[in-house]
Every structure is written in structure tokens, then in C-alpha cells.
């Protein structure tokens, strides 16, 4: 009942008013000109009419002379899906910890499955975040953990056996705060994962962080390149410790990867490797944007939506 009342708003009903509301999210001060990037209210002009050739919110660039709108430049852009959609796909998307699915969004929306699944990869798309700050800092800890994902079940046809045949998933996690997660693809032949997870972290800590992983060697030699590394030993032959004796401990990026797993057993249900990374960077988007951090469903959805420009996804490559 409370969803329902929720897609009561004007912006889930009106074409007029989502634009409206889209636009007022990605444009605060105005249109800007999604060719030349003018925001100078006096060259930017609203073409109004009543031809069927005026698209709605078409906007006109006096600069540079094109036309554009506010789903120009964005994952949003030439779909044929409505925007009331759109909106209502990304609050059904936010609302949750353990996500929608594509067949869910099909049978509320009224859309094809091929279309909400599509959909659902445009907006996992928009959360992922370009350029972001390195983790942890002086006297704070960061936690580092790996798993591994990949077709379980011994009575599927691609059943694989064994950590070498499954996708590596390492996940950096603030013990209160933010989480960076990413796949790390195998390179037979090439530089060792040991090496390719050193990248990843170096990469996303300051060097004055705390480093806290399990026993794992992974991280042997490159915990020497931050503040500390302090380890858990979970090893039940050594006593299966939570924490450590300092008081270190890998609880919070274990729960992360608890809850990414059961969500994409109990929600997902499957997923190729070849999109695994965007499900990473849905798990790690509402994992930043959590209640917990101060987030409402509203907000959540509101800083998805700011993150669909300068971003495509397609179903062929453009030329």
C-alpha cells in the first residue's frame, strides 16, 4: 500500500511533471546546454509549439546552435520507455537494500521483460561513480576482504568446480562509512591476483590508513604499504577469531558481501560475469547512500538520477 501511495505523486503520473522534476535534479540553476555545455540563460531558449515535430522539453542553444533536452547526454537518452517509468523504476530500484528485479519491474510497470531488464542496466549504470575519493585517512581503518562468485549449482550445465573457475570479487569497506567494490578478472600467464589486488587497494586507500583483512596472503606484502596492517585470523585450527587482538576485526565488509550474496540468490536469482561489475556497483551505491549515512529512499533515488549524465549504455556499439 505505502508504494502505491508513494506512485501517487504527479511525477509518477504526469510526462510533464517527471521532466519537470528531472530537470530540477540535474539542473538546479537552469538548463545547460548539453552539446557546448552554455549555461547562459539568454542563449538558451524553450522551443514551444504544437507540432508533433517539437519534442517535449526541447531546448535550443543559441552558442552552438543544436537543440537538446534533459535526457540528452545520458543513460535515458533515445529511449522509448515513458519518463513516469523511468522515475518509477529508480524509487522501486532504491527502496530496498536488496534491489528489484527485472521481472518485478516488468509485472509493476507493464513494460516487456527485455525492456525493464535493459532498464535496470542503464540505472546500474548511472550508480556507478567515476572518480572517487580514496578511502580511510590518518587514524581511521579500512577493511579488505575477497570472495568469489560463479555458477554454484552441480546440476547446471555450466557448473564449474573450484575458487580458479569463479569471478574475484574484493571489496574495501569504512568500518561506518563507505564501500568500494570491484571484480578482479583472471589473467592466465600474467601478473598474479596478489598483484592485481595491491593495484586495487593502493589505489583506492591513503597510505595512512589502517589496513584490516583477514589471514589471507593476498595482502601480506602490500599491508607493509599502508599505516598498519593488522589481520584476524578466522582459521578455525587457530581458534576462529571475530576480533582481533587490538580490537580489529573484517565484520563490516563481511556483512557487505553477506548481503550482496543473499541478494543475488533471493532477488537475482543469476548473473553473467560479463555484468557482474554493474551489480557491484549497485551493492556498493545504496551500501554509500544507506540509512544508516542519513539517506532517505527519496534522497537515495534522487542522487541515482544525478548520476545518468555523460553516460551511455547501448545495445551495439555506436559508430
Known amino acids: 500500500m505505502a508504494k502505491n501511495a508513494t506512485f501517487q505523486h504527479p511525477m509518477f503520473q504526469n510526462e510533464d511533471a517527471a521532466r519537470e522534476a528531472l530537470e530540477a535534479e540535474l539542473w538546479p540553476n537552469g538548463p545547460v546546454c548539453r552539446h557546448c555545455g552554455n549555461v547562459d540563460a539568454d542563449k538558451i531558449a524553450k522551443v514551444e509549439g504544437k507540432k508533433q515535430s517539437h519534442r517535449a522539453g526541447l ?23 515513458p519518463l513516469t517509468k523511468w522515475l518509477m523504476a529508480a524509487h522501486m530500484f532504491n527502496s530496498g537494500k536488496n534491489g528489484v528485479s527485472a521481472h518485478e519491474i516488468h509485472r509493476t510497470l507493464g513494460v516487456t521483460y527485455k525492456t525493464a531488464w535493459f532498464m535496470m542496466h542503464r540505472l546500474r549504470e548511472a550508480m556507478n ?7 580511510g585517512g590518518e587514524g581511521q581503518s579500512v577493511q579488505a576482504d575477497e570472495t568469489y562468485y560463479g555458477n554454484s549449482s552441480k546440476r547446471s550445465k555450466g557448473y564449474r568446480k573450484g575458487h580458479s573457475k569463479k569471478a574475484v570479487i574484493v571489496a574495501l569497506v ?8 570491484v571484480q578482479i578478472a583472471p589473467e592466465k600467464g600474467r601478473r598474479p591476483m596478489s598483484q592485481k589486488v595491491r593495484d586495487f587497494l593502493v589505489t583506492n586507500m591513503h597510505r595512512t590508513s589502517e589496513l584490516h583483512t583477514d589471514e589471507s596472503r593476498l595482502y601480506t606484502e602490500t599491508g607493509k604499504e599502508f599505516a598498519a596492517h593488522k589481520t584476524v585470523v578466522h582459521g578455525s585450527h587457530q581458534g576462529g577469531e571475530y576480533v582481533g587482538k587490538d580490537g580489529q576485526t573484517t565484520n563490516a565488509v563481511e556483512n557487505f558481501f553477506g548481503n550482496f550474496k543473499r541478494s543475488m ?45 555523460g553516460k551511455r549504455l547501448t545495445y551495439r556499439p555506436t559508430n
Open 174 to 181: 569504512e568500518p561506518k562509512g563507505r564501500a568500494r567494490v
Open 129 to 135: 561513480e567515476l572518480n572517487p575519493a580514496p578511502m
Open 59 to 81: 531546448y535550443y542553444c543559441n552558442e552552438c546552435k543544436s537543440q537538446f533536452t534533459v535526457t540528452v547526454g545520458t543513460v535515458l537518452e533515445r529511449s522509448k520507455v
Open 265 to 309: 540468490k533471493g532477488t537475482y536469482r543469476f548473473c553473467g560475469e560479463q555484468h557482474l561489475q554493474r551489480y557491484l556497483n549497485e551493492f556498493e551505491f545504496r551500501h554509500n547512500h544507506r540509512t544508516k549515512l542519513g539517506f532517505t529512499d527519496g534522497e537515495r533515488t534522487a542522487a541515482a538520477l544525478k548520476g545518468i549524465e
